[in-house]
């Protein structure tokens, strides 16, 4: 799996890092339900429905109904906007581009919490423009990753299990992450995400004062 990360704006002192506000970083390997937590913490955020925002991305992918709501651009679309400074960070990967519109920059100087799925390469641009990032690795079983993985029919098992071995041996460590291990029931892993959703909101209400 080839994946690089971009910053893109140029970081000025006075305005990057972002000091208020929190944003919440979630990866993991395909087939971990990172979306499945994200929307379970979601449907249930409460008091925090008007502190919490879930970012949605820009991907160079059509929706086909299965997968998240994201919005859709095709490859040229994609590098306009992204010359034009329209994202706040960038990526590819799987032969994808994904983006972060800019316009996560004023949810987190609000003081608010910023929640997107994203690669792990991403992170750090993400903790140079944020100055609270939490990053949370959601993970699961190899043998669980290879069963949800194969049942969307694109590889055999035995395909998918290579795959991982592949993609194991290339997965960057992101320093102090949370991991979630999403191997059991989504209600367990999500009442844990939920709760850093929590702990969020409460540090980004006292960010622009520590």
């Known amino acids: ?18 000091r208020n506000g ?15 937590v994200i929307n379970y913490a979601r449907q249930r955020l409460g008091p925090l429905e008007n502190e919490v925002t879930f970012v949605r991305r820009v991907i160079t992918r059509a929706m086909d109904g ?3 709501a994201h919005d859709c651009l095709t490859d040229a679309a994609f590098e306009k906007a992204r010359l034009n400074g329209c994202f706040a960070v960038s990526w590819q990967a799987n032969g994808l581009r994904y983006g972060l519109p800019v316009s996560v920059d004023e949810v987190v100087r609000g003081g608010n919490v910023a929640v997107a799925n994203v690669s792990r390469s991403v992170i750090p641009a993400l903790r140079e423009r944020y100055e609270n990032v939490i990053a949370v690795l959601i993970t699961a079983g190899r043998d669980v990753l290879a069963d ?4 969307r029919g694109r590889e055999t098992r035995e395909e998918v299990l290579e795959r991982l071995e592949r993609a194991h041996a290339k997965e960057l460590v992101v320093e102090n992450a949370t ?3 999403n191997s059991g029931a989504l209600e367990e892993a999500g009442e844990r995400f939920q709760d850093i959703l929590r ?12």
Request: charged share 25%; aromatic share 6%; no cysteine.
């Open 179 to 181: 991991v979630i291990d």
């Open 22 to 36: 929190v944003f919440v970083a979630v990866a993991g390997p395909s087939g971990a339900g990172k979306d499945s």
């Open 1 to 18: 799996m080839r994946s690089s990360a971009t910053l893109e704006r140029v970081i000025d002192e006075q305005e990057f890092p972002i």
């Open 199 to 210: 702990r969020a909101a409460a540090w980004s209400a006292v960010s622009d004062s520590i």
């Open 148 to 151: 949800r993985l194969s049942r």
């Open 66 to 68: 299965a997968g998240e």
